[in-house]
């Protein structure tokens, strides 16, 4: 796993927190990772796949 694209956490693995950790892919086919902190509030851009720039 890497750090949190939006905070930048880094994830610890060995915490049962990490499981929550949302794994997402661009368009262009990079992967990202975010917190649950990041995921939450950005559920609806996640679900809705806007690209990035588009996240409120
Ligand atoms: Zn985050």
């Not at 796993?1 to 930048?8: H, I, K, L, N, S």
């Not at 060995?14 to 661009?26: I, P, Y």
């Not at 939450?40 to 720039?53: C, F, Q, S, T």
């Amino acid at each position: 796993m890497r750090p949190c694209r939006e905070c930048g956490t880094s994830p610890d693995p060995d915490a049962a927190s990490a499981l929550t950790w949302v794994h997402e892919r661009d368009a262009d086919g990079r992967e990202h990772w975010l917190c649950p902190a990041c995921a939450r509030r950005h559920v609806r851009d996640i679900e809705a796949k806007l690209p990035h720039e588009w996240w409120a």
